[in-house]
């Protein structure tokens, strides 16, 4: 039984020192996602909740990274109480990260924002003059239209100085050929591809945790009992 008990306090260990690496990492990718915001992004409006979203996956790291730390000071002091409390915090914190994630997964799936079908409206509006709101998006995406530069063409428009490097449209091999339509939905599984990878990788280790917790109080009251009773 004893052994049994010290092999769980080592798992429960290593399962700490992961849940702290990823909770690290959580903490880099929300400073990386904050840096990744261009100055074109914050003058326009045009950051798309990442400021909120990268602030939550610094906070959620912080405190993925703290609640791993206290979890091994539980299994020092050999604590069932602190044990106890550490498996309810793995557990809200799994329960936390599963919503975030399921927010994120919809988010990069579901339609596009406002500002940007506003502006493929207009494009379409052939009353329409100019279009700034997706003029922003194809010279900050590299894009051209909804679809492609062609677009325009089919509208009988001549492209704006945004759908070219530069902006400069003297020469055709700097046209954006790309439509911002697909473009735009790239940017975004980009940005929240590392999210889900370590989403997942903390959910898996959270719950390893969480069960192993569980298993160590239980065999910690098991083997207290069993001193008692000898004694």
């Not at 990718?29 to 939550?56: C, F, I, P, T």
């Not at 239209?145 to 492209?159: C, T, V």
Request: with cysteine; glycine share 6%; proline share 2%.
């Amino acid at each position: 039984m004893y052994c049994t008990t010290r092999l769980l306090r080592y798992v429960l260990c290593v399962i700490n020192g992961i849940c702290a690496l990823g909770g690290c990492l959580l903490i880099w990718y929300g400073v990386w996602l904050l840096d990744s915001l261009s100055d074109q992004q914050r003058v326009l409006g045009m950051d798309h909740g990442e400021d909120l979203a990268a602030a939550l996956c610094i906070l959620l790291g912080t405190v993925v990274t703290v609640a791993s730390i206290y979890g091994t000071v539980a299994v020092a002091k050999d604590s069932r109480t602190l044990l106890i409390c550490y498996a309810v915090v793995l557990v809200l914190l799994l329960i936390i990260q599963f919503v975030m994630f399921s927010i994120s997964f919809g988010a990069s799936r579901e339609s596009l924002p406002e500002s940007l079908k506003q502006g493929f409206e207009d494009l379409w509006d052939l009353q329409h003059v100019g279009n700034s709101t997706l003029n922003s998006y194809e010279e900050w995406l590299h894009c051209c239209g909804r679809n492609s530069a062609e677009d325009y063409l089919h509208l009988e428009k001549e492209p704006p100085p945004s759908c070219c490097l530069d902006r400069d449209c003297t020469k055709l091999l700097n046209l954006f050929m790309s439509g911002c339509e697909a473009k735009f939905k790239e940017y975004v599984v980009g940005k929240t591809r590392n999210f889900h990878t370590l989403s997942w990788f903390l959910i898996l280790f959270e719950f390893a945790g969480s069960v192993t917790t569980c298993y160590l109080v239980d065999s910690i009251r098991n083997h207290r009992d069993r001193i008692r009773f000898y004694n």
